[in-house]
């Protein structure tokens, strides 16, 4: 509620095309959740969604990553250098290593150094953002292929960013896990508020879905919601938000006029299947409509 594409990091951009993406208020505290964020949930829930023979395979049973490996994964991604960062990452799947331990003993010691990097300067908030977008990508290209349940007929989710966020990070594991659990799913991750709602128009979805990073865009999101509800061919589109922000202040979530807040991301088809139902039967004249 294909990790999403942050940004496409092409090797060695130049300067002036990173000036010309660079936010205008670089946010210290909003960087530093989002590598949070990464480590401390989007990476153990993406490891817990594409499972293999077992879980996380011990040390002492597979090759190890060491600081080598680590520090040079970090200089490629610090240095916009992508070409580098994939190998990498391909030589310790080579190696043996599984999947899972690349995730948890290489890209998120990777996005907290990356953090490290911006609180002592030694990178820009530019070069950060950008760093962990390649570090998303390879999440993406390189995790196992999941065997979703059958579609046909499923029912729609539509996910986006909240306007004006610039970390779109997670999107994009809500959507496996929905697509996993039989959902069709289309993601919006760099559209504006007149796309989403011409969308809503011409397609039915059954759940829109937003992320929130930071509270500074709840007004627009707020006026969006109201405006996709208005729009959509679905006339009880259900809302589902997610972010630590709603987790921290529940009462957001029916400030913004959403239906539901999503605090785990394995939940959060279950919760969307309850909303939906509840939908369903106030249609029919069954159960009036309410809030989860």
Known sequence: MQIAPMARVNPRRSDQARAEIRPATPDRAELGALVDAITGQIIPKLVQTRPVAGSVVEHDRVPAIDENDIARFVRALSSGDEGIAEHVVVELLARGVPWQNVCLDLMAPAACRLGQFWESDTCNFTEVTLALGTLQRLLRITAPPMTPTSIEGGRKLLL??????????????????????????????????????????????????????????????ARVIASLRAASINPRLCIMVGGSLFLQRPHLIADVGADAGVHDVRDAPGLADKLVATQTLARVGRAPVRKM
């Open 160 to 221: 986006a960013p909240a306007p004006g966020e610039q970390h779109t990070f997670g999107l994009t594991v809500v959507g496996d896990v929905f697509r996993r659990a039989g959902w069709h799913v289309q993601e919006r991750l760099e559209s504006g508020a007149d796309e989403l709602l011409k969308l809503a128009r011409a397609t039915w979805f059954d759940v829109a879905g937003f992320s929130v990073a930071g509270g500074v865009h709840l007004d627009r999101l």
